[in-house]
Protein backbone atom coordinates (compact mmCIF):
# COMPACT_ATOMS: atom_id res chain seq x y z
CA UNK A 1 0.00 0.00 0.00
CA UNK A 2 1.46 3.69 -1.37
CA UNK A 3 -0.02 6.68 0.62
CA UNK A 4 0.42 10.32 0.17
CA UNK A 5 2.09 10.99 3.73
CA UNK A 6 2.03 14.62 3.16
CA UNK A 7 -1.11 15.08 2.26
CA UNK A 8 -2.82 12.89 4.83
CA UNK A 9 -1.11 14.63 7.41
CA UNK A 10 -2.43 17.96 6.09
CA UNK A 11 -5.80 16.87 5.95
CA UNK A 12 -5.72 15.12 9.53
CA UNK A 13 -4.75 18.97 11.09
CA UNK A 14 -7.71 20.40 9.21
CA UNK A 15 -10.06 17.57 10.31
CA UNK A 16 -8.54 18.37 13.59
CA UNK A 17 -9.36 22.14 13.60
CA UNK A 18 -12.44 21.37 12.67
CA UNK A 19 -13.16 18.81 15.46
CA UNK A 20 -12.68 21.22 17.90
CA UNK A 21 -13.27 25.34 16.35
CA UNK A 22 -15.23 25.22 13.06
CA UNK A 23 -18.02 27.51 13.91
CA UNK A 24 -21.34 26.14 12.30
CA UNK A 25 -22.75 27.48 9.32
CA UNK A 26 -26.81 25.67 9.67
CA UNK A 27 -27.87 23.13 11.55
CA UNK A 28 -28.33 20.69 8.39
CA UNK A 29 -27.25 16.71 8.78
CA UNK A 30 -24.70 16.92 6.53
CA UNK A 31 -22.05 19.54 8.32
CA UNK A 32 -23.07 18.02 11.51
CA UNK A 33 -21.86 14.56 10.45
CA UNK A 34 -18.94 16.28 8.90
CA UNK A 35 -17.90 17.89 12.29
CA UNK A 36 -19.14 14.62 14.09
CA UNK A 37 -16.01 12.54 12.10
CA UNK A 38 -13.94 14.85 11.96
CA UNK A 39 -12.10 12.88 15.16
CA UNK A 40 -10.87 10.77 12.21
CA UNK A 41 -8.12 13.20 11.63
CA UNK A 42 -6.19 12.00 14.61
CA UNK A 43 -6.30 8.46 13.12
CA UNK A 44 -5.05 9.78 9.83
CA UNK A 45 -2.37 10.61 11.76
CA UNK A 46 -1.67 7.23 13.30
CA UNK A 47 -2.08 5.61 10.08
CA UNK A 48 1.05 7.91 8.28
CA UNK A 49 3.14 6.84 11.36
CA UNK A 50 2.51 3.33 11.11
CA UNK A 51 3.20 3.37 7.28
CA UNK A 52 6.36 5.84 8.30
CA UNK A 53 7.73 3.41 10.62
CA UNK A 54 6.75 -0.04 8.99
CA UNK A 55 8.71 0.97 5.86
CA UNK A 56 12.09 1.57 7.46
CA UNK A 57 14.59 -0.46 9.32
CA UNK A 58 14.73 0.52 12.83
CA UNK A 59 17.68 1.56 15.24
CA UNK A 60 15.70 1.63 18.50
CA UNK A 61 17.96 4.35 20.05
CA UNK A 62 18.51 6.51 17.56
CA UNK A 63 14.88 6.67 16.75
CA UNK A 64 13.71 6.90 20.25
CA UNK A 65 16.29 9.84 20.64
CA UNK A 66 14.76 11.21 17.38
CA UNK A 67 10.92 11.39 18.64
CA UNK A 68 12.02 12.61 22.63
CA UNK A 69 14.14 15.62 20.59
CA UNK A 70 10.79 16.47 18.27
CA UNK A 71 7.77 14.78 19.83
CA UNK A 72 8.87 14.90 23.79
CA UNK A 73 10.38 17.94 24.57
CA UNK A 74 8.13 20.09 21.82
CA UNK A 75 5.43 18.68 24.24
CA UNK A 76 7.12 19.87 27.60
CA UNK A 77 7.49 23.02 26.05
CA UNK A 78 3.47 23.39 24.88
CA UNK A 79 2.26 22.00 28.81
CA UNK A 80 4.89 24.38 30.34
CA UNK A 81 3.24 27.37 27.83
CA UNK A 82 -0.28 26.31 28.70
CA UNK A 83 0.47 26.33 32.31
CA UNK A 84 1.75 30.12 31.56
CA UNK A 85 -1.02 30.82 29.75
CA UNK A 86 -3.48 29.50 32.38
CA UNK A 87 -1.75 30.78 35.39
CA UNK A 88 -1.68 27.01 37.07
CA UNK A 89 1.46 25.27 37.14
CA UNK A 90 -0.17 22.25 39.78
CA UNK A 91 -0.79 19.56 36.76
CA UNK A 92 2.89 20.12 34.52
CA UNK A 93 4.61 17.18 36.51
CA UNK A 94 1.71 14.78 36.03
CA UNK A 95 1.28 16.23 32.68
CA UNK A 96 5.19 15.83 31.10
CA UNK A 97 5.13 12.41 33.10
CA UNK A 98 2.22 10.95 31.12
CA UNK A 99 0.63 10.35 34.61
CA UNK A 100 -2.54 12.80 33.73
CA UNK A 101 -3.39 10.91 30.55
CA UNK A 102 -3.33 7.60 32.14
CA UNK A 103 -5.80 9.27 34.50
CA UNK A 104 -7.96 11.25 32.25
CA UNK A 105 -7.56 9.62 28.78
CA UNK A 106 -8.72 12.14 25.78
CA UNK A 107 -9.30 14.44 28.50
CA UNK A 108 -5.46 15.37 29.65
CA UNK A 109 -4.13 18.15 28.02
CA UNK A 110 -2.51 17.10 24.34
CA UNK A 111 -3.23 13.65 25.11
CA UNK A 112 -2.24 12.35 21.35
CA UNK A 113 1.42 13.76 22.35
CA UNK A 114 1.96 11.45 25.44
CA UNK A 115 0.09 8.55 23.32
CA UNK A 116 2.34 9.24 20.18
CA UNK A 117 4.99 8.84 21.85
CA UNK A 118 3.95 5.36 23.74
CA UNK A 119 3.17 3.98 20.58
CA UNK A 120 7.04 5.03 19.58
CA UNK A 121 8.22 3.21 22.67
CA UNK A 122 6.59 0.10 21.45
CA UNK A 123 6.51 -0.14 17.83
CA UNK A 124 9.66 -0.41 16.85
CA UNK A 125 10.28 -3.55 19.27
CA UNK A 126 6.91 -4.85 17.88
CA UNK A 127 8.40 -4.28 13.62
CA UNK A 128 11.99 -5.85 15.08
CA UNK A 129 10.04 -9.05 16.34
CA UNK A 130 10.26 -12.08 13.77
CA UNK A 131 7.56 -13.95 15.07
CA UNK A 132 5.52 -14.56 11.63
CA UNK A 133 1.76 -14.41 14.36
CA UNK A 134 2.81 -11.47 15.69
CA UNK A 135 -0.05 -9.12 14.41
CA UNK A 136 -2.26 -11.69 15.45
CA UNK A 137 -0.56 -12.39 18.85
CA UNK A 138 -1.02 -8.37 19.30
CA UNK A 139 -4.74 -8.59 18.15
CA UNK A 140 -5.05 -10.98 20.59
CA UNK A 141 -3.39 -8.55 23.68
CA UNK A 142 -5.63 -6.14 22.62
CA UNK A 143 -8.34 -7.69 23.15
CA UNK A 144 -7.58 -9.59 26.26
CA UNK A 145 -6.51 -5.94 27.34
CA UNK A 146 -10.09 -4.66 26.61
CA UNK A 147 -11.80 -6.53 27.76
CA UNK A 148 -9.95 -6.04 31.14
CA UNK A 149 -10.17 -2.60 31.35
CA UNK A 150 -13.87 -3.30 30.94
CA UNK A 151 -14.44 -5.12 33.85
CA UNK A 152 -11.94 -2.78 36.16
CA UNK A 153 -13.88 -0.07 34.60
CA UNK A 154 -11.15 1.78 33.25
CA UNK A 155 -12.16 3.33 30.41
CA UNK A 156 -9.17 6.07 29.84
CA UNK A 157 -7.33 4.42 27.98
CA UNK A 158 -9.86 3.67 25.70
CA UNK A 159 -8.96 6.11 23.39
CA UNK A 160 -5.58 4.77 22.30
CA UNK A 161 -6.67 1.09 23.06
CA UNK A 162 -9.36 1.02 20.03
CA UNK A 163 -6.61 2.51 17.44
CA UNK A 164 -4.57 -0.53 17.54
CA UNK A 165 -6.78 -2.15 15.35
CA UNK A 166 -6.11 0.42 12.67
CA UNK A 167 -2.58 0.30 13.70
CA UNK A 168 -2.72 -3.80 13.12
CA UNK A 169 -4.37 -3.30 9.63
CA UNK A 170 -2.61 -0.97 8.23
CA UNK A 171 0.70 -2.32 9.42
CA UNK A 172 -0.43 -5.70 7.35
CA UNK A 173 -1.37 -3.31 4.45
CA UNK A 174 1.86 -1.42 4.14
CA UNK A 175 4.10 -4.57 3.40
CA UNK A 176 1.52 -5.66 0.29
CA UNK A 177 1.00 -4.47 -3.03
CA UNK A 178 -2.65 -3.57 -3.45
CA UNK A 179 -4.32 -4.32 -7.03
CA UNK A 180 -6.29 -1.30 -7.86
CA UNK A 181 -5.35 0.33 -4.75
CA UNK A 182 -7.16 3.82 -5.64
CA UNK A 183 -10.65 1.43 -6.88
CA UNK A 184 -10.58 -0.06 -3.77
CA UNK A 185 -9.61 2.79 -1.35
CA UNK A 186 -13.15 4.65 -2.85
CA UNK A 187 -14.84 1.51 -1.96
CA UNK A 188 -13.70 0.98 1.55
CA UNK A 189 -14.13 4.96 1.83
CA UNK A 190 -17.87 5.19 0.85
CA UNK A 191 -18.41 1.98 2.89
CA UNK A 192 -16.75 3.42 6.17
CA UNK A 193 -18.90 6.70 5.38
CA UNK A 194 -22.25 4.74 5.88
CA UNK A 195 -21.30 2.33 9.29
CA UNK A 196 -20.21 5.66 10.38
CA UNK A 197 -23.10 7.19 9.53
CA UNK A 198 -25.50 4.68 10.81
CA UNK A 199 -23.57 3.13 13.74
CA UNK A 200 -22.26 6.19 15.29
CA UNK A 201 -24.34 9.33 14.09
CA UNK A 202 -27.85 8.60 13.04
CA UNK A 203 -27.23 5.47 16.04
CA UNK A 204 -24.63 4.98 18.76
CA UNK A 205 -24.47 1.01 18.04
CA UNK A 206 -20.71 1.15 19.98
CA UNK A 207 -19.19 0.14 24.05
CA UNK A 208 -16.98 2.85 25.33
CA UNK A 209 -15.20 4.78 22.33
CA UNK A 210 -15.38 1.77 20.12
CA UNK A 211 -16.63 4.23 17.56
CA UNK A 212 -12.87 4.33 16.67
CA UNK A 213 -13.67 0.97 14.88
CA UNK A 214 -15.94 1.83 13.15
CA UNK A 215 -14.00 4.51 11.87
CA UNK A 216 -11.42 2.23 10.20
CA UNK A 217 -12.61 1.45 6.77
CA UNK A 218 -12.93 5.30 6.44
CA UNK A 219 -9.59 5.84 7.10
CA UNK A 220 -7.83 3.68 4.95
CA UNK A 221 -9.96 4.29 2.70
CA UNK A 222 -8.94 7.77 2.80
CA UNK A 223 -5.13 6.91 2.65
CA UNK A 224 -5.55 4.12 -0.57
CA UNK A 225 -7.42 6.75 -2.75
CA UNK A 226 -5.37 9.65 -2.75
CA UNK A 227 -2.52 9.42 -5.10
CA UNK A 228 0.67 10.40 -4.57
CA UNK A 229 1.84 13.81 -5.94
CA UNK A 230 4.24 16.43 -4.34
CA UNK A 231 2.33 19.37 -2.48
CA UNK A 232 3.61 23.21 -3.01
CA UNK A 233 6.05 24.52 -0.56
CA UNK A 234 3.19 26.10 1.48
CA UNK A 235 1.33 23.47 2.01
CA UNK A 236 4.41 21.13 2.89
CA UNK A 237 5.22 23.86 5.88
CA UNK A 238 1.96 23.23 6.92
CA UNK A 239 2.17 19.36 6.70
CA UNK A 240 5.17 19.28 8.70
CA UNK A 241 3.76 21.75 11.31
CA UNK A 242 0.96 19.32 12.35
CA UNK A 243 1.84 18.84 15.85
CA UNK A 244 2.03 22.14 16.26
CA UNK A 245 -1.10 22.51 14.70
CA UNK A 246 -2.55 20.56 17.12
CA UNK A 247 -0.66 22.39 20.49
CA UNK A 248 -1.62 25.57 19.33
CA UNK A 249 -5.59 25.11 18.91
CA UNK A 250 -5.72 23.22 21.99
CA UNK A 251 -3.93 26.45 24.03
CA UNK A 252 -5.14 29.57 21.84
CA UNK A 253 -7.76 28.08 19.66
CA UNK A 254 -11.06 28.97 21.63
CA UNK A 255 -9.69 32.37 22.85
CA UNK A 256 -8.23 33.22 18.83
CA UNK A 257 -12.20 32.18 17.45
CA UNK A 258 -13.87 33.99 20.17
CA UNK A 259 -11.92 36.78 19.79
CA UNK A 260 -12.68 37.15 16.04
CA UNK A 261 -16.24 35.68 15.72
CA UNK A 262 -17.00 38.85 18.23
CA UNK A 263 -14.85 41.13 15.61
CA UNK A 264 -16.79 40.15 12.39
CA UNK A 265 -19.82 37.87 13.26
CA UNK A 266 -19.64 35.78 10.47
CA UNK A 267 -19.86 32.26 10.97
CA UNK A 268 -17.16 31.48 7.74
CA UNK A 269 -14.82 33.80 7.82
CA UNK A 270 -14.53 33.57 11.60
CA UNK A 271 -13.38 29.79 10.84
CA UNK A 272 -11.07 30.99 8.13
CA UNK A 273 -9.41 33.36 9.77
CA UNK A 274 -9.77 31.41 13.16
CA UNK A 275 -7.61 28.65 11.35
CA UNK A 276 -5.36 30.92 8.99
CA UNK A 277 -4.21 32.38 12.75
CA UNK A 278 -3.75 29.07 13.97
CA UNK A 279 -1.44 27.41 11.24
CA UNK A 280 0.70 30.70 10.51
CA UNK A 281 1.68 30.63 14.22
CA UNK A 282 2.14 27.00 14.35
CA UNK A 283 4.19 26.55 10.96
CA UNK A 284 6.39 29.69 12.76
CA UNK A 285 6.84 27.28 15.71
CA UNK A 286 7.54 24.82 13.25
CA UNK A 287 10.37 26.47 11.30
CA UNK A 288 11.93 27.70 14.76
CA UNK A 289 12.05 23.96 16.08
CA UNK A 290 13.47 22.75 12.72
CA UNK A 291 16.56 25.72 13.81
CA UNK A 292 16.97 24.31 16.52
CA UNK A 293 17.14 20.86 16.31
CA UNK A 294 19.52 21.69 13.42
CA UNK A 295 21.53 23.76 15.97
CA UNK A 296 21.25 21.27 18.69
CA UNK A 297 22.77 18.32 16.01
CA UNK A 298 25.42 20.40 15.28
Known sequence: MTINKKFLQLTGAFLILVFHLWIRLSSTMIESFFVHTAYIGVDLFFLVSIVSLASKEISYKEFIHNRIM?????????????????????????????????????????????????????????????????????????????????????????ILLHRIPLMLVTYELCKKQIPNQKTVGICLFLVGILILYFCTFVNHFYLKDMFYIYAIPCVI??????????????????????????????????????FVYKSINHPFLSTVITFSIIISIAVGCSEIKKKLMTVVQK
Open 221 to 258: GSAMMIPVFPLAKGWNAIANATLEIYAIQMIFGFRIAG
Open 70 to 158: TIYLPFVFFVLMNAFVQGKYTNIIRQIFFIEFFQKGGGAFLWFLPAMMLLYLVFPLFHQWKNPYKTCIAFGMYILTVWICTVIKYDQIM
